[in-house]
């Protein structure tokens, strides 16, 4: 037992932590906090993060109780070797409060998962004091303020994600400078601003996940994105990022997700910018200013895409034949730009596109009208409106049981209103107003019972419905 003979602090010590003691001892007369009973110092830590919640379903007040070890609290784990929080994983459940300092004190912590449980307020800084974490998950909370620069001290992060929240201000810009083992990082869905810091990304090789969608971003795209080989999805929609697309991504050879989408990029799409991009499955560029003409051979080389949405910019010149060799191709969406020229004839030939979306261009020229020539069995949307096409309404699309929407408004098709469209029984949007139909309204549409709106105005129809 401790003698009398020891000051105050330390007696109290001795009881507290028998096992301790001789460290204690021999380290020095007046012991540190730091070496204290650890477990002790996790269950305060553990109990002031609960005091500040208000717990309306009496999760914690049911399950963190004294009479059970914190390592059995629902949400927490311990490691193997001593009772020391490695995990706090709260998922789904209300909380609802600010988040305490004192989980910075829980120094043995790898994973801090709080998704969405409704907890507000600024992330204390003290998180920037758990060297070991690595993965901090704060997703779809209401935390505001400033992304504290501390985070920057977690040398052992993995996975980075405070999406959906309301955080504001800047990026730090020396946030990711440790993360040599940052894989996964998402800001998305926040009010951040300023620019997207110049070295954000020059020391995190490891990174295959970026999100930095919907937030206030802006200035140009840093060039050192260009260098993380193992960059998988990036996702830049909904800032007000400027100036162009930077050459440079087309080093990201393991792109499968540019999203791009939503911001204020001028320029235009670098000539070889997916040359080496054999598994991107989905290009967006839609609403910015792009301009100039779709790179002759962007898609050569791109096997894998599914959905290019480049609608909504100042695109000129004609479509790329090479979209029409694209095995995998879902959605197309080429919408308000400038493109001008005849569709590569191949496009009407792909057995997985599900969305042709051409909307105000002006695009010209007539639709291949047979069945070898048109074939888009999986075929739902169809929107060639505001153009120039001319010939007749392409009696391929007789055969595309899936098609729902069809809009062929403002063009120079001259035809009949073709009686087969009644074979399309999920068609609900049927548009073909200002063309040069004539004949007579064909009374078998009725047969099309899920058909919503029906416009055929400014034609030269007769007859009576
Ligand atoms: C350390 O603190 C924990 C939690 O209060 C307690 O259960 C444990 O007995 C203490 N360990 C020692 C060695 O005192
Ligand atoms: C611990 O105490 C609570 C009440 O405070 C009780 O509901 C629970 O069943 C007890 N758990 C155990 C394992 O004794
Ligand atoms: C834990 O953290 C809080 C706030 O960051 C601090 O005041 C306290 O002294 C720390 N240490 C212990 C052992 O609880
Ligand atoms: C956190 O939990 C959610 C829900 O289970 C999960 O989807 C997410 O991947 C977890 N985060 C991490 C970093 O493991
Ligand atoms: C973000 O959170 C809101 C409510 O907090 C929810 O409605 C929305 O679906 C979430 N969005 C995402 C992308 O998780
Ligand atoms: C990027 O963030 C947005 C918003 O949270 C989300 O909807 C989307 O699924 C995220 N993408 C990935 C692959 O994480
Ligand atoms: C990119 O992020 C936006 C906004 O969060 C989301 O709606 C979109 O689905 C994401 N894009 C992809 C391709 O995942
Ligand atoms: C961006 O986030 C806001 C909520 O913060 C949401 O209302 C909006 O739909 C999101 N926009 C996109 C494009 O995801
Ligand atoms: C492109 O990638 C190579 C190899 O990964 C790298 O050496 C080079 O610096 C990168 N170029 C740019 C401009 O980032
Ligand atoms: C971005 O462009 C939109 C319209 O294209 C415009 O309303 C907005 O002011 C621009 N934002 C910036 C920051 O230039
Ligand atoms: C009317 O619809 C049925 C299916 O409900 C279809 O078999 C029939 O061919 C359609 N009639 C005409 C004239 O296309
Ligand atoms: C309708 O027919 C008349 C005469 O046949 C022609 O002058 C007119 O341009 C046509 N209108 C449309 C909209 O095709």
């Not at 910018?273 to 991107?280: A, D, H, I, T, Y």
């Not at 639709?367 to 392409?394: E, Y």
Request: proline share 8%.
């Amino acid at each position: 037992m401790a003698t009398a003979s020891y000051p105050m602090p330390i007696l109290f010590l001795a009881i507290l932590v028998p096992i301790l003691l001789p460290a204690v001892v021999s380290s020095s007369p007046s012991p540190s906090v730091t070496n204290v009973n650890g477990s002790y110092t996790d269950l305060t830590a553990l109990l002031a993060f609960k005091s500040l919640l208000s717990d309306p379903l009496g999760i914690l007040a049911g399950s963190w109780t004294s009479n059970v070890s914190f390592c059995r609290w629902v949400g927490v784990s311990c490691s193997h070797h001593r009772p020391r929080v490695t995990t706090l994983r709260l998922v789904d459940v209300p909380l609802h409060g600010p988040l305490s300092q004192h989980l910075g004190n829980l120094s043995f912590l790898i994973m801090l998962n709080l998704t969405r449980i409704g907890v507000a307020g600024l992330i204390p800084p003290e998180i920037g004091r758990l060297r070991r974490l690595r993965f901090l998950d704060l997703r779809g909370n209401g935390l505001s303020g400033t992304i504290p620069s501390t985070i920057g001290n977690l040398k052992s992060l993995e996975f980075l994600r405070l999406s959906n929240n309301t955080l504001s201000g800047q990026i730090p810009p020396r946030l990711l400078q440790s993360m040599r083992n940052l894989q996964w990082f998402t800001l998305a869905w926040n009010e951040l601003s300023g620019n997207i810091p110049l070295y954000l990304f020059n020391n995190t090789p490891s990174l295959n996940h970026i999100n930095l969608s919907n937030n206030s971003l802006s200035g140009p795209i840093p060039q050192g994105i260009g260098s993380l080989p193992m960059l998988t999805y990036l996702n830049l929609s909904a800032n007000a990022l400027h100036g162009s697309v930077p050459a440079v991504l087309s080093n990201l050879t393991r792109l499968t997700v540019l999203d791009l989408s939503f911001n204020n990029l001028t320029g235009e799409i670098p000539q070889r910018l997916l040359q080496s991009m054999r598994n991107l499955e989905w290009f967006y560029l839609a609403w910015n200013d792009l301009s100039g003409n779709i790179p002759l051979y962007l898609f050569n080389n791109t096997p894998s895409l599914k959905n290019i949405d480049l609608r909504k910019n100042s695109l000129s010149g004609p479509i790329p034949h090479g979209i029409g060799s694209l095995p995998m191709l879902e959605y197309l969406s080429l919408g308000y730009n400038q493109l001008t020229g005849t569709v590569p004839p191949t496009i009407y030939n792909m057995s997985r596109l599900q969305v042709i979306a051409f909307k105000s261009n002006s695009l010209t020229g007539p639709i291949p009208n047979n069945n070898q020539s048109f074939s888009l069995p999986m075929l739902q949307w169809i929107t060639l409106s505001r153009n120039n096409f001319v010939g007749r309404i392409p009696s391929g699309l007789a055969s595309c049981q899936h098609l729902q929407v069809i809009f062929l408004s403002y063009n120079f098709f001259v035809d009949v209103v073709p009686t087969w469209l009644a074979q399309l029984q999920q068609l609900t949007y049927l548009y073909l107003g200002t063309n040069s139909l004539h004949g007579s309204f064909p009374a078998v549409l009725s047969n099309l019972t899920r058909l919503t709106e029906l416009d055929l105005s400014f034609n030269n129809l007769t007859g009576e419905f």
